[in-house]
């Protein structure tokens, strides 16, 4: 078992080796990768391979991104910590923790009421209080809270779901795999003006959102 040291020093060589050398540049999102333990989130079973170069498994048939695709999705989004941010899929919980270290608050929203218990229980132990989980249908977004200056989106869509676009604020961004169910593209939107500008980042495989304007199961 390893101890708190030695998952602090693995933690940095994943953001030089994995994140950096990819060419992630922000200084807050490579210090946040640095700072927040992964390995918390991942199942015990897991945890010597917590700080890889690839998703992990959960439970439920879902997964743990893999941490340059946090890094990347993260830096997308531009965040300067003034703003509501909406996470659809919150799985483990990791990738919610790095948005709280970077924004005012954060809403998450995951399907399967046991990842989200456990993503719950693990941001308490950890003190994020700016946080909320919620189980349900993340692809219809959040009504009530919305508009959201950023949406990220970490499970792959068939197509853009307009009840998202609809939440995003003005001059707001969002993050969003978009494509088949096998692999996908991963797109960055922009709303401006009431008009929605798609840009696409590179290409990505995650697992399909399902839901009401995602996939049907
Ligand atoms: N961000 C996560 C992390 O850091 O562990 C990774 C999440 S995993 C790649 C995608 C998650 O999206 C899964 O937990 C899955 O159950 C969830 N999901 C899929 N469709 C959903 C939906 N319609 N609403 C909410 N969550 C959904």
Same mark, same amino acid.
């Given at each position: ?16 080796? @994995? ?5 992630? $540049? ?18 015990? $079973? ?16 879902? %997964?743990?991104? @893999? ?8 830096? /997308?989004?531009? &965040?300067?910590?003034?703003? *509501? ?13 790095? &948005?709280?270290?970077?924004?005012? #608050?954060?809403? %998450? ?16 132990? &950890?003190?994020? *209080?700016?946080? !909320? ?18 949406? +990220? ?5 068939? +197509?853009?779901? $307009?009840?998202?676009?609809? @939440? ?15 692999? @996908?593209? &991963?797109?960055?939107? #922009? *709303?401006?003006?009431?008009?929605? $500008?798609?840009?696409?980042? /590179?290409? /990505? ?10 996939? !049907?199961?």
């Amino acid at each position: 078992m390893r101890n708190e040291v030695e998952f602090s020093s693995l933690r940095e060589r994943m953001v030089a080796t @994995q994140i950096a050398n990819r060419g992630i $540049k922000g200084r807050e999102v490579l210090e946040v990768m640095a700072k927040v333990p992964r390995h918390r989130f991942v199942l015990p $079973k897991y945890l010597d391979s917590a700080y890889e170069d690839h998703p992990l498994p959960i439970g439920e048939g879902q %997964t743990i991104s @893999q941490p340059y695709m946090v890094a990347l999705m993260t830096e /997308c989004l531009g &965040l300067k910590g003034v703003e *509501k941010v909406l996470e659809v899929g919150t799985g483990s919980g990791y990738q919610s923790a790095i &948005l709280a270290e970077l924004s005012k #608050e954060v809403y %998450t929203i995951e399907r399967f009421e046991s990842l989200a218990e456990r993503a719950k229980k693990v941001l308490s132990d &950890l003190e994020y *209080k700016n946080v !909320k989980v919620i189980v349900g249908d993340g692809s219809r977004g959040l009504e009530e809270e919305a508009p959201f200056d950023r949406i +990220v989106v970490t499970a792959g869509a068939p +197509v853009l779901p $307009k009840s998202l676009a609809d @939440q995003l604020a003005e001059g707001g961004k969002m993050v969003i795999p978009v494509g088949g169910s096998f692999s @996908q593209a &991963l797109l960055l939107v #922009e *709303k401006e003006k009431d008009k929605v $500008k798609t840009t696409s980042v /590179c290409g /990505c495989v995650f697992v399909p959102l399902i839901g009401e304007y995602g996939w !049907k199961r």
